[in-house]
Structures are given as structure tokens and as C-alpha cells.
């Protein structure tokens, strides 16, 4: 670990934009479409010691979800089309926008969590 935590390194928002490492700025963070990498191949910063969680999943699904389907009612209400043109395009809408909110969203979250210097919580013992 570096003496200054996020002394240096791009942006939060760049990190989950364009999948940068927030250590050293290589396009190292993600392994698959939302899959963090293990580590970065460039300064060999471990992804995994990272605690980023199901917050954002939920979070971009509630309001993804709330967008969607004020928009479905709209569009019922004011054309009424068939249900397939619902199924045809509010489903890819979704899970496109799930998706690629939350890619975003991790990485940044990733990026604030080793800026912070933010760790996973323990519980010391008492004496």
C-alpha cells in the first residue's frame, strides 16, 4: 500500500468510466463486463481486498426499474401499443442500462473505497 492512499491516481469517476486502476491509471480493473479483475497487471494492486458489494446492484435496479416503468406506463397510456413493443424495448433498456450503470458504478465506488483507504470492518478482541 502506498504511504498516501489515492495520492496521484485518476479520478473515481474516470476508474469506473474507463476501467482504470486507481493506483496507477492502467486500464486494469475489470476482467469481464461487471467482474473485477484480481489484481492490476501493472502495479499489482489487489482488487479482491476490495469490499464493493451488491449496494450498487440494488441501488441501479430501484432506480432503473422506477425510470423503466414510469416510462412503459407513459408510453401505454399515451399510444397503447402492443405488448410485444413493450418486450421489445423496455427489456433490452433495462438490462443495457443495469449493465452499463453498473459497471460505472462499481468502479467508482472501487476507486472511493482505495482513495479513503476503506477496508473491510474487523472487530479487534477485548483484553
Known amino acids: 500500500m502506498p504511504e498516501q492512499m489515492g495520492a496521484g491516481g485518476p479520478a473515481p469517476f474516470d476508474c469506473g468510466v474507463r476501467g482504470l486502476c486507481p493506483r496507477c491509471g492502467a486500464k486494469t480493473l475489470f476482467g469481464g463486463v461487471v467482474a ?3 489484481r492490476c497487471t501493472a502495479c499489482d494492486l489487489d482488487f479482491a481486498a476490495f469490499n464493493v458489494g451488491d449496494g450498487p446492484a440494488a441501488f441501479l435496479t ?3 426499474g422506477g425510470i423503466v416503468t414510469v416510462l412503459a406506463i407513459w408510453l401505454d397510456l399515451s399510444v397503447g401499443p402492443p405488448f410485444w413493443v413493450h418486450v421489445v424495448l423496455w427489456v ?4 443495457g442500462g443495469v449493465v452499463g450503470s453498473l459497471r460505472v458504478a462499481k468502479g467508482v465506488l472501487l476507486a472511493l473505497e482505495y482513495a479513503r483507504g476503506a477496508r473491510e470492518g ?4 477485548q483484553p
Request: no cysteine; proline share 14%.
Open 36 to 38: 473485477f479483475a484480481d
Open 62 to 64: 430501484l432506480i432503473l
Open 92 to 95: 433490452p433498456l433495462t438490462i
Open 122 to 125: 474487523r472487530i479487534d478482541p
